[in-house]
């Protein structure tokens, strides 16, 4: 209590003494104009980085001369400025000076190298269970993934749905073994199931009763388990094969299922030494898309059909999903003024709406204000409206580490691989049209590039941290541009799709 008095005594003190301070300080406020440098990245004074540099992203007012640890930095018209600081191990201080008209505005940050062998966590050791023994448990929500090894970082197996019943013969750390065949384990987070019990053997489910039927839009093919058990699905070059594991029998098995809607083919073999059934889906037509679930214990495999395009108006009658990256409290990337990747993102997904309606599409946006749509939400906004394409619309930023004036430009990301073509076509059509720097196609594992279906793509447009491409990414004019360039690209897919 003492000490609490004392203490509450201490800070009055202080407080009446800085009143006298403040006063002065508002005066000093008044006379001058509020500081003209801000720094966007770094966000805070002190700020800790693993990487060997870190960038320093700004303005000031235009016109100004700036040192950042007094070394000259280019100031662009604009006032935006973007600089590459190395750092060495421990306390780095880095002062930043802008000076214009006898006036200078100085700002310090201390920025913490960390070396990275200092993060290494010990390893947690791998808990067999007995031999044979196995804990029973069911997945407690959709697309939780399944991975290659005990870590957030690894390779995606594939993705269970609620209610999937696994077979767990081991633990190691947050996550569980599950065993797939005798051969095959793969890796689950202990928080993404409950655990029933232990039992004796392995439970196996059984199969029956493959139906191949279709709709206007989709084909399907649904077959009867005795419990909801794990499967994967890999795109081949005729199609789909589909694995489904821990089956005892399926009563389809060896039988060869002919052409309905977009499979031509589809032959069901079960291998019992594996507890593996697997289905060969050869289809008569290109991938437009999957996606499997579970209604109870029927598993569907439901696969887009073929778009009827017209080759004079390529966009009549589809239905096109846009995604606006962020949103609400994610800002996404910040530049150097000040101005939020987000708001850029809405308003090409917008323009590129009102062209992409304007040639006969339908148009869902995921978002069209800045309300924060959760993530998950997205693509399955996109789903539920039976959408053919999902394009995610970004402008870029990089990590500590990277230097903005060398990577740079228009990139777009896939992750299956029936998305390849979609987003190197769209990479083609927006770098010749706008004339940035091809950044790249790549294989990335997002949210909004994981999807089956639809088709989906995640684009970056530019780079908000590159002082060039974010003047360009300021301007409407290059905005819509970019948007027309979208449109074309969609728009080149679909004939390339009609000449193939
Ligand atoms: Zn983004």
Redesign the pocket.
């Known amino acids: 209590m003492y000490l609490i008095n004392n203490f509450l005594m201490k800070d009055y003190g202080v407080i009446l003494k800085n009143t006298c301070f403040f006063v002065l300080l508002l005066a000093c406020l008044c006379m001058h104009p509020a500081q003209a440098l801000q720094i966007v990245y770094p966000k805070t004074l002190n700020t800790q980085v693993c990487a060997a540099s870190t960038f320093f992203i700004g303005s000031t007012e235009p016109g100004s001369s700036l040192k950042i640890n007094d070394k000259d930095v280019k100031v662009y018209d604009n006032g935006s400025f973007v600089e590459v600081v190395p750092l060495s191990d421990g306390d780095n201080t880095v002062k930043i000076e802008s000076s214009k008209d006898n006036k200078t505005d100085t700002l310090s940050y201390i920025i913490k190298r960390i070396p990275k062998s200092s993060l290494v966590v010990p390893e947690p050791v791998t808990e067999e269970f007995a031999p044979e023994q196995y804990i029973y448990a069911s997945v407690i929500k959709d697309n939780t993934p399944l991975r290659a090894q005990p870590d957030e970082n690894a390779k995606r197996i594939t993705h269970l749905n609620h209610n999937t019943i696994l077979m767990l013969n081991g633990k190691k750390g947050a996550y569980y073994r599950v065993s797939l065949s005798p051969a095959v384990n793969a890796w689950v987070r202990a928080d993404s199931i409950v655990n029933y019990s232990t039992i004796n053997g392995k439970m196996l489910a059984s199969a029956s009763n493959v139906v191949v039927s279709e709709d206007k839009l989709y084909t399907y093919v649904k077959t009867d388990l005795s419990f909801p058990s794990p499967y994967r699905i890999v795109e081949t070059d005729t199609g789909l094969t589909m694995e489904l594991y821990n089956i005892k029998e399926n009563t389809a098995d060896s039988q060869l299922f002919n052409s309905s809607g977009a499979v031509k083919t589809l032959a069901v073999n079960t291998v019992c030494a594996d507890s593996q059934s697997t289905y060969y889906v050869e289809l008569n037509q290109k991938l437009w898309g999957y996606i499997a679930y579970y209604e109870g214990n029927t598993l569907v495999l439901k696969i887009r059909k073929a778009p009827d395009i017209d080759e004079k108006s390529p966009l009549k009658g589809l239905i096109i999903a846009l995604d606006a990256?962020?949103g609400g409290d994610d800002a996404?990337?910040i530049g150097p003024t000040g101005v939020k990747?987000k708001d850029i993102?809405l308003d090409v997904s917008k323009r590129l709406k009102k062209l992409l309606e304007k040639d006969g599409a339908d148009v869902v946006l995921t978002r069209d204000d800045d309300s924060g749509e959760p993530l998950y939400e997205r693509p399955k906004k996109a789903q539920d409206n039976d959408a053919l394409f999902m394009i995610s619309i970004?402008?870029?930023a990089l990590a500590d580490g990277a230097d903005p004036y060398k990577k740079h430009g228009t990139s777009a990301f896939y992750y299956n691989r029936e998305s390849i073509e979609l987003a190197k076509t769209i990479r083609d059509t927006l770098t010749s049209q706008l004339g940035t720097k091809d950044d790249g196609v790549g294989m990335y594992s997002l949210v909004m590039t994981r999807p089956t279906m639809p088709l989906s793509v995640l684009v970056e447009i530019a780079y908000m941290i590159h002082p060039d491409e974010y003047k360009l990414l300021l301007d409407e004019n290059f905005r819509q541009k970019a948007a027309e360039a979208l449109k074309k690209g969609i728009e080149a897919y679909l004939l390339k799709m009609l000449q193939d």
């Open positions: 990256g962020h996404g990337a990747e993102n970004h402008a870029n």
